[in-house]
């Protein structure tokens, strides 16, 4: 039954990449080969589950599962609210031996009321893990019956984190919603430019680094998913009149629903650059005009673009000596393998190589494409090797997630996190601005001097040593 | 005296305090020079306590998973865990290479002692001079620190025989509450009497926060592997932590060397049962510079105890660490009307609590509310919701501490930590009192309970709220 719903998740039918195979590469699916024992990293489907659905502020999010499933997770990430908390809350079953032994069923059906008489949420979802799924437990009974005597959506989230990757968790949760959301709500007025979001998370409030520019537009966000999203927003998405797919990786399958079902056009984009930035307002517009909007929307798209342009530029002027021809590695993952490349170019930096291990072909092509002749593509660094790289001073700053940071730390160079654990916004003209910022702060820092410089007891010290640090790295004075 | 409590009732845990024992388990085989856990199941259990452990100490943390998929988890995962082992001996070279299983592979019942048997014996010399580990965590059971226990309980076995004794040698099982401040104390305390120690685990040398020479895939420091094997030549065995007495008793009954279980070592008479076992170890009076210790102790009490007596302190920390800390809050004179803790240790019915449960953060501010309110929550960084709808301050003590930096360097164990301990609870109570101004400041006088959402004024305790790493 679980191999049922997962092969169609691995066979994406609007995925350019998945349309460009032979049948049989096809029929294979965009499944990588399993994760080597031993040698994996990165996190399980129910982990992938929770990211992607957890942002809906006003759910309650109860883990169905041992204490390492919830208690070692919950509230980790930096999806903002400006309402409602319950989803920070921690809520699990935590399930013990006796579970073990009798099954959960009954203590989740427990958990699930108690859930609902404490907190009164408008929705409940309920996340299956390992050891439930391996004992048998019926989630989607008892969610079923749960929904009928609570008068609530109680959604069952099947992602057992055994099935497979976090990616795979991300697209799971995007067909529940598909499957059990999405259409189930209707809004009460509806306007000829509402449109959705999917898959844009409100990581450190970068929703709210947009909503402005739609606002100004006339433009009604009707649903974000999730970021920031109430279930009622969520559940309405349908009425939606355009879509953009924010990380396509992540949830192609909602905009895939959406079209299908309900017939509504959608997009892939991204908010991250000021070029990417305008032309996501593009594809609104272009899409909502077709779609019967007033077709005076295209020009004040343009106009606003002209204006937002102008400013970023102006207001980046103070900044463009500082990072003028600072050479960038980057080890992210996804079209952001291509979209911060094209990005920090902007801003005159060199980006000496990007890393395509977890992208499309499309994206590495992409990236090829932008770095030319100066920046290499790479596959998996392992670790020791970046180490080096970073040491010997091939570049002067990293941009990655949290996994990789502590080799340039290590390595005592700057470092910037610019993945989902990222402490700074950085969506729309807004946050260029903000990640310029961040990253002129993080090269100029007084620490890395401070820190490269030689000890007392090493040959070239003396009592006024001045480090004369120009941002550069030269790999002179270590230990 | 008091009764534990267990929410039988309750089946929805809200706001958990408990982490899992594999990460326990985990992060007790980071305290061995070149170490390497290896977590036996699905990817997630490793990535959850990798990222913890990554924002608690602000470290790489080294860590790997079996990657179990439905097949294994269908037919077995013991070919995963080979295949694993393989490759980590062959890439990373780990001198200790610990396994721990996970609720998974609990609820399989595999019987990973016989696979583990059956890869050493396949895997001969391609396992090189890696030592394998089991560390069997009962998933089920407890939290952190019931994992890391099992974990020390693994090593032991894998590695302890008996050994020539040497003579002023003393093997300290370090309990999973200590920090590495804590760990660095008690050793220059040790030496302070012109013995010598191997700290297991020693995340001293580990997980310190230092830079080293070149990256490594393993653990940075910790116990050498030549300590390991000479667990059996000490004069002494001393644990410290009740949860060690387990990992204390087998390693006597391997190596003959007798063992001492200290509860705790924070608050006076702990410190000082402490020198007078290490005095009678070494056959010498305590230096003088203990001596001194223990006066600034005494003076630290007496000083602190005016902000402190009669003060309502509520507690939310593992069974070791909650024991450490009533002790301390109770001899400077608070009250704490309510704890939780994670598990039902044997030996906490006897701490000065008022009310002891077994449960989670929520029950800690549901308790606090029904006793009447707290000025004072001690816990780790999640228990900031609480606290804040307390309109208490928090001081963060055990894990995670996410939103601090150098909580690895706080020390409470013997004269100098409790002292530090006692001046980091009496500010934290006057740092309140000034928050909430003079009405507040008289500890007889009514405190209004705060129902529901913090106010405006009560969420300012974020800003301000005072730290135990200060």
Redesign the interface.
């Known amino acids: 039954m679980l191999t049922d719903r997962l092969a169609p998740v691995f066979d994406e039918p609007a995925c350019a990449t998945n349309r460009a195979k032979t049948d049989a590469d096809r029929k294979a699916g965009c499944r990588t080969k399993g994760p080597a024992p031993g040698a994996a990293a990165g996190g399980c489907a129910f982990d992938g589950a929770k990211i992607a659905l957890q942002p809906i502020v006003d759910a309650a999010h109860i883990v169905h599962g041992p204490i390492a499933c919830e208690g070692n997770n919950w509230d980790n990430r930096h999806a903002a609210s400006s309402g409602p908390d319950l989803y920070r809350r921690g809520l699990t079953t935590d399930l013990g031996e006796m579970d073990v032994i009798q099954g959960g069923e009954k203590k989740l059906w427990r958990a699930i009321r108690e859930a609902v008489e404490r907190f009164d949420p408008p929705a409940v979802f309920v996340y299956q893990t390992c050891v439930p799924a391996l004992i048998g437990d019926d989630l989607h009974a008892v969610c079923q019956a749960a929904a009928e005597r609570f008068a609530r959506p109680v959604i069952p989230v099947e992602t057992p984190g055994f099935v497979g990757s976090k990616n795979l968790g991300n697209r799971l949760a995007g067909q529940t919603l598909v499957d059990h959301v999405i259409g189930t709500v209707e809004p009460e007025t509806t306007t000829p430019t509402d449109i959705a979001l999917i898959a844009e998370y409100n990581i450190q409030g970068e929703l709210w680094q947009l909503t402005p520019l739609f606002e100004r537009l006339g433009i009604r966000l009707l649903s974000c998913i999730t970021g920031d999203a109430r279930f009622r927003s969520v559940a309405q998405a349908h009425r939606a009149r355009a879509a953009m797919v924010v990380c396509s990786q992540a949830m192609l399958n909602v905009g895939r629903g959406l079209r299908e079902r309900w017939g509504i056009p959608f997009f892939e984009g991204s908010f991250h650059g000021v070029r990417a930035t305008s032309e996501a307002l593009r594809g609104f517009a272009r899409l909502l005009v077709e779609r019967g909007a007033p077709a005076d929307l295209i020009d004040r798209t343009e106009t606003l673009i002209a204006e937002e342009e102008a400013a970023v530029w102006r207001r980046f002027a103070p900044l463009r000596d500082r990072l003028a021809g600072k050479r960038v590695l980057l080890y992210t993952g996804g079209h952001k393998s291509w979209s911060i490349v094209s990005t920090l170019q902007d801003m005159g930096m060199t980006v000496i190589g990007t890393s395509v291990r977890k992208a499309t072909e499309d994206d590495a092509a992409r990236a090829r494409a932008l770095l030319g002749e100066d920046g290499q593509l790479f596959g998996a660094i392992p670790n020791a090797e970046m180490y080096r790289m970073l040491r010997d001073g091939e570049a002067d700053i990293m941009l990655s997630g949290g996994r990789s940071q502590f080799v340039a730390l290590k390595a005592r160079r700057p470092w910037l996190d610019t993945n989902q654990e990222r402490h700074h916004a950085y969506a729309g003209y807004a946050g260029f601005l903000v990640l310029a910022e961040r990253i002129a702060l993080t090269l100029d820092a007084p620490v890395w001097p401070l820190v490269n410089g030689p000890a007392p007891w090493d040959d070239g010290w003396d009592p006024d040593w001045d480090d004369g640090w120009d941002g550069t790295a030269t790999g002179e004075g270590l230990a | 005296m008091t009764t534990m409590e267990t929410r039988r009732t309750?089946?929805?845990?809200?706001?958990?305090l408990?982490?899992?024992p594999?990460?326990g388990a985990a992060l007790a085989l980071l305290g061995v020079e070149r170490g390497l856990p290896?977590l036996h199941?699905?990817?997630?259990?490793?990535?959850?306590?990798l990222?913890?452990l990554?924002?608690h100490f602000r470290?790489?943390i080294p860590l790997?998973?079996?990657?179990?998929?439905?097949i294994?988890?269908i037919l077995g995962g013991a070919d995963?865990?080979e295949?694993?082992?393989?490759?980590?001996c062959s890439?990373s070279k780990p001198a200790v290479l610990g396994v721990c299983p996970?609720?998974?592979t609990d609820?399989?019942s595999e019987d990973l002692a016989a696979d583990l048997k059956g890869i050493a014996t396949r895997l001969g010399p391609e396992l090189g001079e890696t030592l394998l580990v089991h560390a069997p965590a009962p998933?089920?059971?407890g939290?952190l620190q019931e994992g890391w226990a099992a974990a020390v309980q693994g090593i032991v076995d894998a590695a302890a025989r008996p050994r020539p004794r040497r003579s002023g040698h003393v093997v300290v099982l370090a309990g999973a509450h200590l920090t590495v401040g804590d760990l660095d104390a008690l050793r220059d305390l040790i030496e302070a009497f012109g013995l010598t120690c191997t700290l297991l685990p020693d995340l001293s040398d580990a997980l310190d926060g230092h830079?080293?020479?070149?990256?490594s895939?393993v653990s940075l420091g910790g116990t050498p592997r030549a300590a390991l094997d000479d667990l059996g030549a000490a004069e002494a065995v001393l644990a410290v932590g009740a949860h060690m007495a387990p990992a204390a008793a087998l390693l006597e009954a391997r190596t003959g060397v007798p063992a001492t279980v200290m509860d705790t070592a924070t608050g006076l008479r702990a410190a000082d049962r402490l020198v007078a076992w290490l005095s009678r170890l070494a056959g010498r009076r305590a230096p003088a510079g203990v001596r001194r210790d223990r006066s600034r102790l005494l003076d630290a009490l007496i000083d602190a105890h005016f902000a402190a007596v009669g003060q309502r302190v509520a507690v939310a920390a593992e069974p070791d660490l909650l024991r450490a800390l009533v002790t301390l809050v109770t001899d400077l004179g608070c009250r704490v009307p309510v704890a939780v803790t994670t598990t039902r240790a044997p030996g906490l019915d006897g701490l000065p609590v008022e009310r002891l449960l077994v449960g989670?953060l929520d029950d800690l501010e549901t308790a606090a509310h029904a006793a009447g309110g707290v000025d004072l929550v001690i816990g780790p960084s999640?228990a900031q919701r609480a606290a804040q709808a307390l309109g208490a301050p928090l001081l963060r003590a055990g894990f995670p501490q996410l939103d601090r930096v150098g909580s690895q360097h706080v020390v409470s164990v013997g004269y100098r930590g409790s002292r530090d301990l006692a001046f980091a609870v009496a500010n934290a109570l006057t740092d309140a009192v000034h928050r909430e101004g003079p009405a507040h400041a008289d500890p007889r006088a009514p405190v209004p309970l705060c129902q529901g959402q913090p106010s405006a004024q009560e969420s300012d305790h974020e800003a301000g709220s005072p730290s135990a790493a200060r």
């Open positions: 309750k089946a929805l845990t809200i706001d958990p408990k982490v899992s594999p990460l290896l199941g699905a990817q997630g259990c490793t990535a959850f306590a990222v913890l990554v924002r470290e790489a790997q998973t079996t990657a179990l998929g439905e294994e988890t995963n865990l295949a694993a082992i393989r490759t980590i890439k996970t609720a998974l609820t399989r998933d089920f059971v939290g830079i080293p020479d070149t990256w895939p989670d999640p």
